[in-house]
């Protein structure tokens, strides 16, 4: 089983649509969390990250962190066509005194907004 | 261009040929990672250096391959005796220092390398 949990899609919404993006994890040692998005063969880019649990909004988008549940999610309010991409979710935990910043990452959810 | 520059972008080689990636990361960030990401998978954790100091290597990255950063500035990747299954995308990613907890990471573009 891995560590962290994606489901891949595709996830097909309308222009306009909240999206919904969701990974599960099963390691509590995780404290960070981090959203990025990555377009068709380029570097992923960094969306939001957080530590704690609740929710933190930036523009159109809201992680939330539920660490009772190990579970975290993305949502993009009025989604455009050019939000199409994968989204992959990523943690990490801290390990004695070098702290492992190292990320275990989803495997990616791909969206596509239709217009 | 201030971000996490690689290269090169593509390289074909042919099975059993050595390679060298390069990446510049961010200037003033001293935590520099590389990933190696698969068709459909997420980027997976392949080293660490703080500084010029290789803190962390994941079982995945073989006696094949090898990682510098002789000044703390730029790393090398040198993947030796390439096989087809190092196909891949190949992550170079910096991040600053920032007390204790940080994870947030910023990636370059990738190296996309074919062994055919």
């Known amino acids: 089983q891995k560590e962290v949990e994606q489901d891949p899609g595709p996830l097909s919404v309308p222009e306009g649509a909240i999206v919904s993006l969701n990974c599960t994890y099963s390691n509590s040692a995780f404290q960070y969390f981090m959203w990025y998005r990555q377009y068709s063969r380029k570097g992923p880019e960094l969306l939001m990250y957080t530590y704690s649990s609740g929710n933190k909004e930036d523009g159109r988008f809201t992680a939330q962190v539920d660490k009772s549940s190990k579970y975290i999610s993305l949502f993009i309010r009025d989604s455009q066509p050019s939000d199409s991409a994968t989204y992959l979710c990523?943690?990490?935990?801290?390990?004695?005194?070098?702290?492992?910043?190292?990320?275990?990452f989803g495997s990616g959810t791909r969206l596509q907004v239709q217009p | 261009d201030t971000g996490v520059s690689q290269n090169p972008r593509h390289k074909i080689t042919k099975r059993g040929q050595n390679v060298t990636f390069r990446c510049d990361p961010i200037?003033?960030?001293?935590?520099l990672y590389w990933y190696r990401q698969t068709l459909g998978q997420g980027p997976e954790f392949l080293t660490y250096f703080q500084n010029e100091a290789q803190l962390e290597k994941s079982r995945l990255l073989s006696d094949r391959f090898s990682a510098e950063r002789p000044k703390g500035s730029f790393s090398t990747l040198e993947i030796q005796r390439t096989e087809q299954g190092d196909s891949a995308m190949y992550l170079c990613?910096?991040?600053?220092?920032?007390?204790?907890?940080?994870?947030?990471?910023?990636f370059g573009q990738g190296t996309r390398l074919t062994v055919v």
């Open positions: 200037s003033e960030h001293n935590r």
């Open positions: 990613a910096s991040s600053p220092t920032r007390g204790q907890g940080t994870g947030e990471a910023f």
């Open positions: 990523a943690m990490t935990r801290t390990k004695g005194d070098t702290g492992r910043r190292a990320l275990t």
